[in-house]
């Protein structure tokens, strides 16, 4: 639902605003045109303008320390179930979510609480290690505490999120937050001068092996079939497919505005792409079973997953094309979001050609605040590879990190029209 990103009124700002088209406290009209434009009283506008107006509104006032209070959460913690074997060695550990507990969730100015049944739990703002979202989740990484999930279950989650980041740009004060996961990371955390340690010149995990053949055979079987239905269905024009390389490995990076991504990208190419996926769509048997066969293989984005790491390592080492989103999760109002910086790190330490990708119409098929899908004409635009220099991560400074990330931003942006 729109509500889930359009949280409060854009005019006036109020909350559980939108009833029949109008704001229910100034009446503004609100309607959408498409799934990418908006109109407000008559003013047409990109949806990723009328959240920017929302996010421009102050935080609710705090009465005695609390500035929100939440309506019906469950609360969670990470458990592990086993380990996931893949091919090309991948090895992962197979976490999921247990439930603990029902209750409410208070927002503070220095802390994020919860109070259920038979749990209280209290996560002060300098022990909140890292916060974001997958569905209606908030994941909260605290230090005493480990990975928290909050599921909220009648209100909008993208609401929370939004506040709880302010809330600690609040209390941090002057020091500027220019990510908030995997890790809180302040602007003056990366070294501005190369380590003396050298660190390794060339990445290496431990050899693995599961299965007799490094791939599966399974897209040989599905891509044939694919092909022609997605781009009669979705009308599916592609370029560039000669700047991916025949053999050896490769680095290919989208943008990310839609769940099918990968799955309209990994059709057309001919060599399989090996995507890092978020270790929950690895909940069923299915989709475990469907995820290994594509290649994939699992990261929990909502903490430094030295697994996930390796794996990425492993395809590389393995000759296969590793596939990054590097905004780390889908654009929610179809604007390109900030290239995560362990992305960037990762890319200049391995030493291997990256491919960016640009595309475009993907947020009208399916964007983030909707389960539904809209048949949309997509553009996929595939560019030349861009070779980075190697730098060993401890040699990395914070101009390294951010002249590469400037790079690589405005070659996926230029690729994808700079458009949703």
Not at 177 to 197: A, C, D, H, N, Q
Request: some cysteine; hydrophobic content about 40%; proline content about 6%.
């Amino acid at each position: 639902m729109i509500n889930d990103l359009l949280y409060r009124c854009p005019q006036c700002g109020a909350f559980d605003w939108l009833e029949l088209n109008h704001c229910v406290s100034c009446h503004a009209d609100f309607r959408l045109t498409s799934r990418s434009l908006a109109s407000l009283d008559g003013e047409v506008r990109p949806i990723s303008h009328w959240y920017k107006k929302i996010l421009t509104f102050e935080l609710p006032e705090a009465f005695s320390g609390t500035i929100m209070k939440s309506r019906q959460v469950r609360l969670s913690r990470e458990s592990q179930e086993g380990m996931y074997e893949g091919y090309a060695g991948i090895t992962a550990c197979h976490f999921t979510r247990a439930p603990v507990d029902t209750g409410t969730v208070f927002l503070k100015e220095d802390a994020l609480s919860f109070s259920g049944v038979t749990t209280s739990i209290d996560v002060p703002f300098g022990a909140l290690m890292g916060v974001t979202i997958e569905s209606n989740t908030i994941i909260v990484i605290s230090r005493e505490h480990g990975p928290l999930f909050f599921d909220f279950l009648d209100e909008s989650g993208k609401k929370w999120e939004d506040f709880i980041q302010k809330a600690l740009k609040k209390h941090h004060g002057p020091s500027e937050i220019v990510e908030f996961y995997p890790r809180v990371r302040f602007r003056g955390s990366l070294r501005e001068t190369p380590s003396k340690v050298p660190g390794h010149q060339k990445l290496r995990a431990p050899e693995r092996r599961w299965y007799p053949r490094d791939k599966s055979m399974l897209s040989m079987v599905l891509k044939p079939i694919a092909r022609p239905v997605l781009k009669a269905l979705l009308s599916v024009a592609i370029t560039g497919l000669e700047n991916i390389p025949a053999k050896g490995a490769a680095i290919v990076v989208p943008n990310h505005t839609s769940f099918l991504d990968s799955v309209i990208l990994g059709f057309f190419t001919r060599r399989d792409i090996w995507y890092m996926a978020k270790n929950s769509e690895y909940r069923h048997h299915f989709m475990k079973w469907f995820l290994r066969h594509a290649g994939s293989f699992p990261v929990r984005r909502y903490t430094i997953d030295v697994l996930a790491i390796r794996n990425a390592i492993r395809v590389v080492e393995h000759g296969h094309i590793l596939g990054i989103f590097p905004e780390g999760e889908r654009t929610w109002d179809g604007e390109m979001l900030r290239l995560r910086t362990g992305t960037i790190r990762l890319i200049l330490a391995l030493d291997t050609p990256v491919i960016p990708v640009g595309i475009s119409g993907a947020y009208s098929l399916m964007p983030r605040w909707t389960s539904a899908i809209r048949l949309s004409p997509i553009k996929i635009a595939i560019g030349k590879p861009i070779t980075f220099p190697h730098i060993p991560i401890p040699r990395q400074t914070r101009n390294d990190i951010e002249s590469a990330s400037r790079e690589l931003r405005a070659q996926i942006q230029r690729l994808s029209g700079g458009i949703p």
